[in-house]
């Protein structure tokens, strides 16, 4: 069975027209969106500034399905966890991702889209990920975690770390890791 879907993809592929050039570009978004997968914690001085930055990186539109990802993304179930939209979460993804090369964020607006009407394509829902209840955004994005495409994968990983940067580098966030804050800076009876 293996050996026909790669027999069918390869079809899909020549049957649509893809070049070697098309390939290619293919690869190398997975490969910006897999470096993104691979972003570490940001310090606080880091986030703050990022958060304040005047450039945008995303549109209300993304803005939106991208605020709607985190939100699943990083829901603890815990009663006091701080919600997405009442932190500066999404304002520190976004300039930190304006700050990045432009050739990687671009894949990353792809990206939110797909997210977007992934329900539609993938799952064969008649639904977009903005308009589905939890449960529903839970089972989409755990399609996009376990798929066999690598590019749903890596895409997966890069906005999960990017919605785990966002989301824990607020202060607000911090005593749901056990994070007393900077140390640097601390007074002496803290």
Request: with cysteine; glycine share 8%; net charge positive.
């Amino acid at each position: 069975m293996p050996a026909r879907h790669g027999r069918d993809a390869a079809f899909r592929l020549v049957a649509a027209g893809a070049t070697r050039r098309g390939f290619l570009r293919l690869v190398g978004q997975g490969t910006a969106l897999a470096a993104l997968g691979q972003l570490r914690g940001l310090s606080p001085a880091v986030a703050a500034a990022a958060a304040d930055a005047p450039e945008r990186c995303f549109d209300a539109a993304e803005t939106e399905i991208l605020t709607q990802l985190v939100e699943r993304l990083v829901d603890t179930g815990e009663p006091d966890a701080p919600r997405v939209r009442n932190t500066r979460t999404i304002a520190t993804i976004d300039a930190l991702c304006a700050q990045l090369d432009p050739s990687v964020t671009a894949q990353l607006s792809i990206a939110l889209r797909l997210f977007e009407y992934g329900p539609f394509v993938f799952e064969l829902r008649f639904s977009r990920f903005t308009r589905m209840d939890d449960a529903e955004k839970d089972a989409s994005l755990e399609g996009w975690q376990a798929s066999r495409l690598a590019l749903r994968r890596h895409a997966f990983l890069a906005l999960r770390n990017l919605a785990m940067l966002g989301y824990y580098s607020q202060p607000e966030t911090w005593s749901l890791i056990g994070y007393a804050g900077p140390l640097i800076g601390r007074s002496a009876t803290t």
